[in-house]
């Protein structure tokens, strides 16, 4: 009977675990005084494996990365495909625009991988990648406000909707009126372009209206006074995400930066401009860093 119990508690811990480790994630995203920073694998661990495809996922999964970003296409069909780009050269083994492409056809292509090699990965559907990543991240869906309603009947299909976030530039008015009736099942986060004269009353109306969890800010000048203003005026209320995927997205403090010297670009974006959300094309990089500082 005592072996019995033991093999009941494992189970029954490894079983609350897997299910509850998204939703880990999504406390820390809606705590404001979060002391942590969460890691965004952009297009997956894309240097590894092909972008937006299941095993650069699958791979960030296992890296410990909080959040996943990935790109969706429509096929002529009517089927969401992962794809950045409107065309299939960049990433496949065919040509031509993906919208005049068959979902069947797609099927057929293998991937390319980030030195344009083929690989003998596929095309995933959005639903495929859905059901992969169930439970096990979060999932920053990018180019899918096209239509979204069409998104979030698989969001519903497979039971993922709160995994997802949203961002993008709207107004907030704007922002209440496409995703109004998902607001509170999806997460969605403002991105703010400091370098703009507006930035600041954006970012108050969205605040005041919607309490988002986080913003994106960008700023291309490495001057600019304003990341650090906007750092007061979150404080409490909102997480700040930063981007490094090059230069102009965090005056210069990017990957190539951290390659160098990671202080000055992770580190200052952390300890100086309070992110604690950082997409980047190097996860594994930067996650080895952040625990060598303390911060996972």
């Known amino acids: 009977m005592q072996f019995k119990l033991?093999?009941?508690f494992l189970f029954t811990g490894l079983y609350l675990t897997a299910q509850t480790h998204v939703?880990?994630?999504?406390?820390?995203?809606?705590?404001?005084?979060?002391?942590e920073v969460l890691v965004v694998a952009h297009r997956?661990?894309?240097r590894n494996f092909p972008e937006n495809s299941i095993e650069a996922i699958e791979s960030a999964v296992k890296m410990g990365v909080d959040i996943v970003e990935i790109n969706i296409q429509r096929t002529k069909d009517g089927h969401l495909i992962l794809m950045h780009d409107k065309t299939l050269d960049r990433t496949t083994t065919g040509k031509g625009r993906v919208e005049d492409w068959t979902l069947d056809s797609i099927k057929t292509l293998k991937l390319k991988n980030g030195c344009a090699i083929k690989t003998k990965h596929v095309v995933p559907t959005l639903e495929e990648a859905l059901l992969h990543a169930k439970d096990k991240i979060?999932?920053?869906?990018?180019?899918?406000?096209?239509?979204?309603?069409?998104?979030?009947?698989?969001?519903?299909?497979?039971?993922?909707?709160?995994?997802?976030?949203m961002k993008g530039k709207k107004s907030p008015d704007e922002v209440k009126k496409q995703f109004g009736k998902y607001l509170d099942k999806v997460i969605y986060m403002p991105?703010?372009?400091?370098?703009?004269?507006?930035?600041?009353v954006k970012m108050d109306d969205f605040v005041?209206?919607?309490?988002?969890?986080?913003?994106?800010?960008?700023?291309?000048?490495?001057?600019?006074?304003?990341p650090q203003q906007m750092k007061q005026k979150l404080a409490g209320?909102?997480?700040?995400w930063y981007n490094t995927l090059w230069d102009t997205l965090a005056g210069g403090r990017d990957d190539d930066m951290a390659l160098k010297d990671p202080d000055k670009s992770y580190g200052y974006l952390i300890e100086q401009l309070g992110a604690r959300?950082?997409?980047?094309?190097?996860?594994?990089?930067?996650?080895?860093?952040?625990k060598r500082k303390g911060w996972r």
């Open 237 to 240: 209320k909102s997480l700040i």
């Open 23 to 35: 939703d880990s994630i999504i406390n820390k995203l809606n705590n404001p005084h979060l002391n």
């Open 138 to 165: 979060m999932i920053n869906l990018d180019k899918a406000d096209r239509y979204f309603d069409e998104v979030y009947l698989l969001l519903e299909k497979t039971g993922t909707a709160h995994q997802i976030i």
């Open 208 to 226: 005041n209206s919607l309490h988002p969890v986080a913003f994106e800010l960008l700023f291309a000048k490495s001057n600019s006074q304003a």
């Open 6 to 8: 033991i093999l009941l």
């Open 277 to 290: 959300i950082i997409q980047t094309d190097r996860p594994e990089m930067l996650l080895d860093y952040l």
């Open 44 to 46: 997956g661990d894309w």
């Open 191 to 200: 991105i703010v372009d400091l370098d703009q004269k507006s930035a600041s």
